[in-house]
């Protein structure tokens, strides 16, 4: 069984470092995923009989590496996706990209259309049908060799929203072919990783900040 690397644990939270390549939620694959391993890290840690229970508050696509925080109590998860849906909740990653950003820093506003069939969106510069509003701020941190390493706050939590809006501004995530990369990483994963994550504990109501530690390819 695959080990979990855990950065974050209370008796009602528990937050891992995702891999890129795992699945957060088991699909239609049936492939192992990081729900099903922090089950099992739980039930062996903690030596408990029975089903575990742990929920996913948030998901990360399959591609992308960092931090994905889970609940232990059904109360957590409750009121963490409260939390969440209401926006209360700061996420900052690191996209590692393709070229530089004409501006180092500024505010991306797109309207963000997906397509079901292809799971690809398409991010429109005005409102376009049913397309949804996906705003998101970005800072230029630094350069690594020929890439570029941006912090990315998304305001909205719209799907692929990331990775489209940096390639509709000519900056396409390293790696991520589907919205414009030149070619594929190796281990098919893409050079963008979810960082922290800012929130109040939904219990102990603490100023909670969890940091995940990025991959080397951002070092």
């Not at 889970?70 to 939390?83: D, G, P, V």
């Not at 994550?197 to 909670?208: A, M, R």
Request: net charge positive.
């Amino acid at each position: 069984m695959q080990k979990i690397k855990v950065i974050y644990e209370d008796n009602h939270l528990i937050a891992v470092n995702k891999p890129a390549g795992l699945l957060v939620q088991g699909d239609k694959t049936g492939d192992i995923c990081l729900l099903d391993l922090t089950k099992e890290y739980i039930k062996e840690t903690y030596n408990k009989p029975g089903n575990i229970f742990c929920g996913c508050i948030h998901r990360i696509d399959r591609p992308v590496s960092g931090l994905v925080l889970m609940a232990k109590t059904s109360k957590a998860l409750e009121r963490m996706n409260k939390i969440f849906s209401q926006r209360e909740v700061q996420k900052i990653y690191w996209a590692l990209v393709e070229n530089k950003p004409m501006q180092s820093e500024g505010t991306l506003k797109h309207y963000i259309l997906k397509n079901e069939q292809t799971n690809k969106v398409k991010a429109y510069n005005t409102p376009n049908g049913n397309a949804q509003e996906a705003v998101l701020e970005y800072k230029l941190l630094k350069a690594v060799g020929k890439y570029y390493i941006l912090e990315v706050k998304p305001h909205t939590g719209r799907p692929h929203q990331i990775r489209a809006q940096l390639s509709a501004m000519g900056c396409p995530i390293v790696g991520d072919v589907k919205y414009g990369a030149k070619q594929p990483l190796p281990d098919a994963s893409i050079g963008l990783h979810a960082h922290e994550l800012h929130f109040v504990h939904p219990v102990k109501k603490e100023d909670v900040i969890i940091v995940a530690e990025p991959p080397k390819m951002f070092l």
